[in-house]
Nanobody
Framework: QVHVVDTGGGLVQAGGSLRLSCAAS????????MGWYRQAPGKQRELVAA???????TYADSVKGRFTISRDNAKNTVYLQMNSLKAEDTAVYYC??????????????WGQGTQVTVSA
């Protein structure tokens, strides 16, 4: 069984920083793409950033230059460093990891979500 837990959200003033973490555990054999999504009230979930197993990254235009995604393959963990936060970054942030596990094959797993609130 695979578990994915994301942490690190909170309340921060505009211009501040937060670092999100997302750790996977279980009978994992490999993890391919990892990513962060967010969903603001009344809006659809959107991709914020993603990173391949080899470290290739992609970002939403709205966060380029402010957010940095990274991963630690040894710890099955992906991070999202968020700087220069804006009120419009307020959302629930979800981690997604494409995980291959023993007796479970490969599938996309979601974290439970962590709230990020940026006060203006």
């Amino acid at each position: 069984q695979v578990h994915v837990v994301d942490t690190g959200g909170g309340l921060v003033q505009a211009g501040g920083s937060l670092r999100l973490s997302c750790a996977a555990s279980g009978s994992i054999t490999s993890i391919n793409a990892m990513g962060w999504y967010r969903q603001a009230p009344g809006k659809q979930r959107e991709l914020v950033a993603a990173i391949s197993r080899g470290g290739i990254t992609t970002y939403a235009d709205s966060v380029k230059g402010r957010f940095t995604i990274s991963r630690d393959n040894a710890k099955n963990t992906v991070y999202l460093q968020m700087n220069s936060l804006k009120a419009e970054d307020t959302a629930v942030y979800y981690c997604n990891q494409y995980i291959c596990a023993v007796a479970a094959g490969c599938d996309a797993y979601w974290g439970q979500g962590t709230q990020v609130t940026v006060s203006a």
